[in-house]
């Protein structure tokens, strides 16, 4: 319980390739199929190390699931990064597009942080690279003057570049990466010819991208850059089994990260991702209601049940209630919208009258007492 005497942890939030350490040394060990050029995994393995093992030892101990109910797309995306194609992965926010970006770039090439985030304030040399001024200044534009960008590193690496939110980009930087993705080369026009000028990618570069369907769609991309991607669509769990031990796992795996000892349990599990669920359908035992217009995806359920525990710990409640869940909906999953509110408030009626004799539900509704 007391934190103060723990050790602090050595970071904030590890990158999949040292939060999953050794667990990647051990499937590296026990890797008998054949890698790709560059890769540091066989592509079964990279398989294995995100879809898990199915219980079976590998290297002594089996390997967890860390991707829910994608499996032909996560199989389909580690097949694409071996050509010479890029990987789109698409979708509705929080279908953990880039959660399995990092994974496979942890997995494949041992580096998960060769990343651009999309914004409307990126500009090329963020991307490719950039120069140090002092020393441009003294010596001219050679190799010691120029500060490689992420897609520079990965390049001369032959790592994967992970370039999140794509759209959110101006089109022209995002058109940078055609002559990348069709050439595999960069052009450094300022260098002397003989002072490595053509930067060529070594195997095992590629390049993953996210795009979030909800933002500037993906038909603002040019069609010249898109025909360089193969594109896969992450969808939401459909299954609610899926969706309860996703957030059984995520929320007690951060609750220990943080050394909090209170631990989401699994009917309060079951009871949020149908709250879930009937929010996004608009309905709850067959009574039917306006739905919040905001995103319901597994990643809310998982902010709401850990800031629902961590309110818990903190403020010395024994255990998390569907109450709780309740309340921190409302900051988490409705924020501010004075309609999503009141759609909010009217789904809780509804569950007090259609399930009157459930003491969890009823706890969950009269987190509102209206
Ligand atoms: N299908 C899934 N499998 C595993 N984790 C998921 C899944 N869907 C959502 N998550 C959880 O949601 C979190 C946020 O997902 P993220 O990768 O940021 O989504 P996106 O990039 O699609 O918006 C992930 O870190 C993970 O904990
Ligand atoms: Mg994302």
């Known amino acids: 319980m007391s934190a103060t005497t723990q050790a602090l942890p050595p970071a904030q939030r590890l990158p999949a390739e040292q939060l999953y350490v050794a667990e990647l040394a051990r499937l590296s060990t026990a890797d008998q199929g054949e890698r790709p050029p560059g890769w540091r ?60 970006s990092e994974l496979l770039a942890a997995a494949i090439c041992a580096d998960s942080t060769l990343a651009v985030q999309g914004s409307a304030a990126v500009l090329e040399e963020s991307i490719r690279y950039g120069w140090n001024y002092a020393l441009l200044l003294r010596s001219g534009p050679g190799p010691e003057a120029l500060v ?16 999140e939110e794509i759209t959110r980009c101006a089109i022209e ?15 450094i026009p300022e260098m002397q010819e003989n002072a490595g ?23 603002d991309m040019s069609s010249a850059l898109k025909r360089r991607f193969n594109f896969e669509t992450m969808r939401p769990l459909a299954r609610l089994q899926d969706q309860k031990e996703l957030l059984l796992r995520e929320v007690n795996r951060q609750l220990a990260e943080q050394q909090i000892d209170t631990r989401l349990t699994a009917d309060v599990a079951e009871l949020l991702v149908s709250a879930f669920q009937e929010l996004r359908a608009g309905s709850a035992e067959g009574v039917a209601f306006e739905p919040p217009s905001t995103v319901l995806s597994s990643a809310e359920a998982i902010a709401v049940a850990f800031s629902a525990a961590v309110q ?34 009217d789904y809780l009626r509804v569950v007090r009258r259609v399930r009157a004799g459930n003491p969890q539900w009823q706890d969950f509704a009269d987190s509102q007492n209206d």
Do not use: W
């Open 197 to 219: 000028n053509c930067l060529l990618a070594k195997p095992g570069f590629n390049v993953i991208a996210t795009a979030n369907l909800r933002d500037r769609g993906v038909n």
């Open 41 to 100: 995994l066989s592509p079964a393995m990279v398989r294995t190390f995100i879809l898990g093992s199915n219980g079976q030892a590998i290297g002594g101990e089996p390997v967890l699931r860390k991707i829910f109910g994608n499996d032909e797309v996560v199989e389909r995306s580690i097949v694409t990064l071996v050509g010479q194609r890029g990987l789109m992965l698409v979708g509705e926010p929080g279908t953990a597009k880039s959660l399995l």
């Open 312 to 345: 818990c710990h903190y403020f010395g409640e024994p255990q998390v209630r569907p109450q709780h869940l309740a309340r921190f909906m409302v900051g988490t999953v409705i924020k501010d919208d004075e309609q999503d509110s009141r759609r909010f408030r």
């Open 173 to 187: 930087v995002q058109d940078n990466l055609i002559p990348i993705l069709s050439e595999r080369l960069l052009h």
């Open 148 to 163: 490689p960008g992420p897609l520079h590193r990965a390049m001369s690496r032959g790592a994967l570049l992970r370039f």
